[in-house]
């Protein structure tokens, strides 16, 4: 197993394993950790002594907007604003065709902006040319 986490912050249940699953078919060994809401996904990036966990460190995000708790763009927001985590790559992987939300994500900092597609084999592509850029090609500090 690849030692440089994934965080994935995913609600809904199907698209959580839609996900895990099209990164184990395209043989991506990183550890997959999910936060089901906004909320939990900072408690992780900016856990303290005890609660600290590997996901504080992720290779990339994959973050979803319409969550509870937190949204999505504001979980982005923390991020960025924050010294430690700043410089995380952040994909937002949503199903929001809305423009507003596309001009929102790029303005609050996102690296990449993608819709997840219906289909599980275009999905799986997806997941796989993700997979091959961020966790392959790009450098991060």
């Given at each position: ?6 965080l ?24 997959v ?72 994500s ?36």
């Amino acid at each position: 197993m690849n030692s440089d986490p994934i965080l994935l912050i995913e609600d809904n249940a199907d698209d959580e394993l839609l996900t895990i699953r099209a990164i184990k078919k395209n043989n991506i060994l990183n550890q997959v950790i999910v936060a089901h809401d906004g909320k939990e996904a900072l408690e992780l990036l900016f856990a303290e002594g005890e609660n600290k966990c590997q996901a504080c460190e992720p290779k990339v995000i994959l973050l979803d907007l319409n969550l509870p708790k937190i949204s999505g763009l504001d979980v982005l927001k923390a991020i960025r604003e924050d010294q430690r985590t700043r410089n995380y790559p952040v994909v937002i992987l949503t199903s929001s065709k809305e423009e507003e939300d596309i001009k929102k994500s790029y303005t609050l900092g996102a690296n990449s902006y993608i819709r997840k597609p219906v289909d599980f084999d275009q999905f799986t592509d997806t997941i796989k040319q993700l997979g091959s850029y961020w966790l392959q090609l790009n450098e991060t500090i």
